[in-house]
């Protein structure tokens, strides 16, 4: 019994077709599963630094949403200052300065990276860029502390939103977010960052 010599064309062929449904697979999962991120700034040092490639979870946390503590990739409103004006950065020089508790009118295409710091309905409070939690102070180890300056003070109690959830980088004194532009609608939201695959020293999970 002989065996049958596939002819050079057809094994072409078939070696186009294994390497199209190889890329279609791959563009499909980085589409709509695991999409990798650079980390563009400093606003989450200790934990992410410049450069630091990460990888995102698109899926699954469809159905539980956001936790708290989790860092995750979203989408900030188009102005990154506060819908009302009285609240946010302006408000950093007045007797009872106010964090912004207000979304903003439209979603930006840009993606940010922060950790969850606050859930719909929590009770927070900002101060020295510690986050107290329905009276409790968040636990210190992922954060830079703010030693002065207005935006690392906002002692005056605001609500989440419910359906809204507060993102605050762990850079408190060096980075922009839910401060100063106000809580992120679910539906802004892209992912939880699970992993760091680059460089190779720092690889791990968050």
Not at 17 to 35: E, M, N, R, S
Not at 75 to 81: C, F
Not at 191 to 203: K, N
């Amino acid at each position: 019994m002989t065996k049958t010599r596939k002819s050079l064309p057809r094994t072409v062929a078939e070696l186009v077709l294994i390497v199209a449904i190889a890329l279609g697979l791959a563009l499909a999962i980085q589409a709509f599963v695991v999409k990798p991120y650079e980390i563009p700034s400093a606003s989450m040092e200790p934990t992410l630094h410049i450069g630091q490639r990460i990888l995102v979870d698109r899926v699954g946390d469809d159905f539980t949403g956001p936790k708290l503590g989790q860092v995750w990739v979203f989408h900030p409103p188009v102005s990154e200052t506060c819908a009302d004006g009285a609240e946010g950065l302006t408000s950093a020089d007045a007797r009872d300065p106010e964090a912004c508790d207000v979304v903003g009118a439209q979603e930006s295409g840009e993606t940010y990276v922060k950790r969850v710091v606050g859930l719909p309905g929590d009770r927070l409070s900002i101060r020295s860029g510690h986050v107290y939690r329905n009276g409790v102070r968040e636990p210190n180890g992922d954060t830079v502390p703010c030693t002065g300056g207005g935006e690392c003070w906002f002692p005056k109690p605001f609500t989440v939103p419910e359906g809204d959830y507060y993102m605050m980088g762990d850079n408190r004194p060096d980075s922009l977010d839910s401060r100063f532009w106000g809580p992120v609608p679910r539906s802004w939201m892209i992912g939880e960052a699970f992993f760091t695959y680059w460089p190779p020293d720092r690889m791990g999970t968050l």
